[in-house]
């Protein structure tokens, strides 16, 4: 009698593994940000350079300029292509000009799947002098 108990435990066990596995879903590569820490807006115009030091191509679904509330800033420019492969040894840049809606502000990139090769750099420019650079990655 106990050894057809034992069974019985062991085929509800597994049939519930089973159906944890049958039912969990596959694994998807998520969306990653890479975003650079803000600088001040004292400037007449923001300057974002995507680069990638990598192998591979990385698929960018897109490049924004933040301000320290989270509002986005109106886009000036560039010649980023999003959603757009960026290929190995190549960068784009996006750029902003004034009225800017905050003090400060950052560049956020959205990257599908890893951006362990993208290198963001966004750049306060004071008319054609650098005011001030932050760098993400």
């Known amino acids: 009698m106990r050894l ?17 596995t049958l039912s969990a879903s596959p694994v998807v590569a998520r969306d990653q940000i890479v975003s650079t820490s803000l600088v001040d807006l004292f400037s007449s115009s923001l300057l974002c350079v995507v680069s990638n030091v990598g192998s591979k191509p990385v698929t960018v679904k897109s490049v924004r300029f933040l301000n320290e509330d989270g509002a986005a800033q109106a886009l000036d420019g560039g010649n980023c ?27 956020e990139v959205v990257v599908k799947g890893g951006a362990k090769a993208l290198r963001v750099r966004v750049t306060s420019y004071n008319g054609s002098n650098i005011f001030e650079g932050s760098e993400g990655r």
């Open 4 to 20: 057809s108990i034992d069974r019985a435990r062991w085929w509800g066990v597994g049939l519930v593994a089973l159906a944890f």
């Open 81 to 107: 292509s999003f959603p757009g492969d960026i290929f190995p040894s190549l960068s784009c840049y996006q750029a902003a000009q004034p009225p800017f809606s905050g003090q400060f502000a950052r560049c």
